[in-house]
C-alpha cells in the first residue's frame, strides 16, 4: 500500500536524483548567454553609431540655427520692427492730424459765417484757417512719412518673411536633432565622440567594433561550448549532481570574465594610445597607465580565469571525493 502511496513522486525524485532538474535550467542560461553575447555588439555599435550621428546632428542644426541663421535674422528683424513701429506711428499721427484737421474746418467754417460783422471776428476766422493750414500741412507731412515708410517695409517684407521661414524650419529641425539626441542619450553607450567626421575618432570607432565583436564571438563560443559540456557533466551513479553544475557555472563565467577583460582593456589601451580617445566603462579599460595597459590587461584576465578555475576545481575535489566514497 505505502509504494503505491508515493508512487507518483517517483519521477520527480528521479528526476532530482539524476540532476536534469538543475542542468535544464542552466542549459537554457547558458545558450541565453551565448545568443545574448553574439547579439550584443551588434546592438552596441548600431547604438554607438546612432548616438554619434545623433549628437553631430544636433551639433549641426544648433549651429546652423543659432550661430548661421540667427544673427542675420536678429538684424532683419530689428529692421522689421523698426519700419512696422515707424508705419503705426506715422499712421497715428495721420489719423490724429485728420482728426484735427476735420475740427479746424469746422470751427473755421464756422467763424466764415461772422467774419463779415467786425474785424474782430475777421480776426478769429483768419486764426481758424491758419490752424486749418496748419493740420493741413502736418496731415500732408505725416502722410508723406507714412507712405515713404510703409513703400520700405512693403519692399522688405518679403526678404524678412523668407528669412524667417527659413529660421523657423532651422529651429524645428535643431528640436527635433535634440529629442533624439536625448532618447538616445537615455539608453547610453560607450563610445562617445563629439566628431566622427575626424580621422582618428572614425579609426577608434573600427578598433572599438572590432572589439565588441571579438568579445561578443569569442563569449558566444564559450558559453555554448560549455553548454555542450554540461550533457556529460553528471553521470548516472553520480550521488552529489548540484554542486558540480555550480562549479561549472563559475569556472565559465570567470573565463568569460577573463576574456572580456583581456580583450577591452587591451582594445581601450590601444584605441587611447593611437586615436588619444577614452572609452572609461565598466572599469576593464588601463588606459591611464599608457603603454602598460596593453599588458596587464591582459595579465588580469588571466588571472581573473584563474582563480575561477582554483575554486571550480575545489568544489569539483569534493566532488569527485564524495561520489568515489559513496557519500
Not at 553544475?245 to 581601450?268: K, N, P, S
Request: with cysteine; proline share 3%; net charge positive.
Amino acid at each position: 500500500m505505502k509504494p503505491k502511496i508515493f508512487s507518483f513522486i517517483r519521477p520527480i525524485l528521479t528526476l532530482l536524483d539524476s540532476g536534469k532538474f538543475f542542468r535544464k535550467p542552466f542549459a537554457w542560461l547558458y545558450a541565453a548567454i551565448g545568443i545574448f553575447s553574439l547579439l550584443a555588439p551588434f546592438l552596441l555599435i548600431i547604438n554607438t553609431v546612432w548616438w554619434n550621428h545623433a549628437n553631430q546632428n544636433k551639433m549641426e542644426t544648433q549651429k546652423m540655427y543659432q550661430e548661421v541663421l540667427m544673427p542675420p535674422f536678429q538684424k532683419l528683424k530689428i529692421k522689421h520692427d523698426t519700419l512696422t513701429q515707424a508705419v503705426e506711428k506715422y499712421g497715428k499721427e495721420m489719423n490724429n492730424a485728420i482728426d484735427c484737421l476735420t475740427k479746424a474746418t469746422k470751427q473755421a467754417d464756422y467763424y466764415g459765417e461772422y467774419a463779415s460783422y467786425g474785424p474782430e471776428y475777421k480776426q478769429i476766422y483768419i486764426n481758424a484757417l491758419d490752424v486749418k493750414k496748419q493740420w493741413d500741412l502736418a496731415f500732408k507731412d505725416a502722410t508723406k512719412r507714412w507712405d515713404i515708410v510703409n513703400a520700405e517695409l512693403d519692399r522688405y517684407k518679403p526678404k524678412y518673411e523668407i528669412v524667417k521661414l527659413r529660421v523657423e524650419k532651422a529651429k524645428l529641425a535643431y528640436e527635433a536633432a535634440r529629442k533624439e539626441f536625448e532618447r538616445i542619450n537615455r539608453i547610453g553607450t560607450f563610445f562617445k565622440s563629439d566628431d566622427l567626421k575626424d580621422r582618428k575618432t572614425v579609426m577608434g570607432l573600427i578598433l572599438f567594433s572590432v572589439m565588441l565583436i571579438l568579445v561578443g564571438g569569442l563569449n558566444f563560443l564559450l558559453w555554448w561550448s560549455r553548454l555542450l559540456d554540461l550533457k556529460t557533466l553528471i553521470k548516472v551513479q553520480d550521488s552529489v549532481v548540484a554542486i558540480p553544475i555550480a562549479a561549472h557555472f563559475i569556472r565559465t563565467f570567470g573565463e568569460t570574465m577573463g576574456l572580456t577583460v583581456c580583450i577591452w582593456g587591451f582594445f581601450t589601451g590601444m584605441i587611447q594610445l593611437t586615436c588619444n580617445m577614452s572609452i572609461g566603462q565598466f572599469g576593464l579599460n588601463f588606459e591611464e597607465l599608457g603603454v602598460w595597459s596593453l599588458f596587464l590587461s591582459i595579465v588580469v584576465g588571466f588571472l581573473m580565469t584563474f582563480l575561477s578555475r582554483i575554486f571550480s576545481e575545489l568544489f569539483q575535489a569534493v566532488v569527485i571525493s564524495a561520489n568515489h566514497s559513496g557519500e
